[in-house]
C-alpha cells in the first residue's frame, strides 16, 4: 500500500514538473525566437552577449507578446495555436484559439491585456484581440488608412499606441515607414522616416 502511494506521488510530481515553466524576469535582456523549430536566445545589452535557451519548441512561432500579469510571453504557432512560452524556450500549447483562423506574424499585449495579433493575408486588415486565460479571439478592430505591411507591433504604454514599420511599398505608404496604430479607433497613421 505504501509503495504504491509513493509512485503515485512520484507520478503526480513528475507529471507537474514536466509542465512547469521558467518565468521572464525584468533584466538588461531580450529574447529572440531564431529557428524554425522555436529556439528562442536571450541577448544581454549591457554585457553584448547572448545565450541560447536549453528548450525549443520544436516548431515556429510568431505573434509574440511578453505578458506582465504572469511574466510569460504568448504566440501563434504555425498551426494557429496559441502557445505559452517561457524563459528557458519551453512551450505549453493552449491549443486553437476561438474564433481565429490562421496565424500571425506580429503580436504584442495591449493594455486592456488581450494578445493583439495582426494577420497579414486577412482582407480587410485588422488586428485581433485574444485571451488568452480562455484562448478566444475577442476584439476585432479593423484598420482604416493606408495599407500598410508590418512584421511586427510594439505597444507604447505611455500612450496605448501600437508601434510598427512598415515592410512592403503600399499606396500610401513606403519601406521604412514609421506606422502608428489606434485599437480603440483602429486608425492607421505613418510618418516618413528617411
Known sequence: MI?????????????????????????????????FQGQQLAYDLVSNTFVIAPNNAGEGYNAVGYRIADNFAYGLAS?????????????????PVAGLAGSAQAGDFGPDGLLYIHQNAVVPAEIVGIDVDTVTAVNFVNLSGPDVNFPDIALNPTNGLFYAVNFSDTPGANPGDLVTIDIVTGTVQYSRTY
Open 3 to 35: 509503495r504504491g502511494f509513493i509512485a503515485i506521488v512520484f507520478a503526480v510530481c513528475f507529471s507537474v514538473n514536466a509542465y512547469s515553466q521558467v518565468p521572464f524576469e525584468c533584466n538588461d535582456q531580450f529574447y529572440q525566437v531564431f529557428t
Open 79 to 95: 498551426t494557429g495555436n496559441l502557445l505559452q512560452i517561457s524563459a528557458d524556450g519551453s512551450v505549453i500549447d493552449l491549443g
